[in-house]
Structures are given as structure tokens and as C-alpha cells.
């Protein structure tokens, strides 16, 4: 599954973004799919994920009530609403998919990564 994210920019504080993840490839609709964040100096975390139906999400702490996750099959498409954003939102989200069509959560369970969209949220 080849992956390219859209949709990344500067916004306030407070203000909405959204992610797009678009796929190519026979094996999207049967993925697991996650989107991370990265910061330098820090590990790659997994924000939110979503599993093959999109019947089952799992969104970190940090970001519950302000982020959704949600795909579309029909379209290879996943996507990343982001409300109420806050500065650390800033950093660099990957979209990634799993080797599995349920949620994981370790980067070392996805095979395949976009190249990264820069989100830089303002005070």
C-alpha cells in the first residue's frame, strides 16, 4: 500500500484541520489503519486508529473529544478531523497502515507510511 497525506498547515489555537490519507493498492480495505504524530526528540506515537470497517477506533488520551478517525473503502481514503487544537498538537502526522485489519498500536505492526504532513497549531 503506497500512502500520501494532504491537508497539514498552520492554524490557532482552538482551530479545526483536516487530514487526508489517500491509498493505492488491493490491500487498503482489508487494513487496519493509524495515524501518528512525531515531535522531535520524541518517539512516533499512534493517535488514533481505526480498524478494517471502521466499527472500532482507538484514540489516544491526549487527543479523545477533540480528533476523529474515519475511512472510506470505496474511495482509499482515511482521514484525520482535528478540533480544539491545542500547540501540542504541532508535529509531524504519518498515516500508516497495519499488517492487520484490527487496531494495533506499535509503529513496528504498520508496513507501510506516508511521507508525513507538518501540522503547526499557534498560541
Known amino acids: 500500500v503506497q500512502l500520501v497525506e494532504s491537508g497539514g498547515g498552520l492554524v490557532q489555537a482552538g482551530g479545526s484541520l483536516r487530514l487526508s490519507c489517500a491509498a493505492s493498492g488491493r490491500t487498503f480495505s482489508t487494513s487496519a489503519m493509524g495515524w501518528f504524530r512525531q515531535t522531535p526528540g520524541k518517539v512516533r506515537e499512534l493517535v488514533t486508529g481505526?480498524?478494517?470497517?471502521?466499527?472500532?477506533?482507538y484514540y489516544a488520551e491526549s487527543v479523545k473529544g477533540r480528533f476523529t478517525i474515519s475511512r472510506d473503502n470505496a474511495k482509499n481514503t482515511v482521514y484525520l478531523q482535528m478540533d480544539s487544537l491545542k500547540p501540542e498538537d504541532t508535529g509531524a502526522y504519518y498515516c500508516?497502515?497495519?499488517?492487520?485489519?484490527?487496531?494495533?498500536?506499535?509503529?513496528?505492526?504498520?508496513?507501510?507510511w506516508g511521507q508525513g504532513t507538518l501540522v503547526t497549531v499557534s498560541s
Open positions: 500508516a497502515a497495519a499488517i492487520t485489519n484490527y487496531i494495533v498500536t506499535s509503529p513496528r505492526d504498520f508496513g507501510s
Open positions: 481505526i480498524n478494517w470497517s471502521g466499527e472500532s477506533t
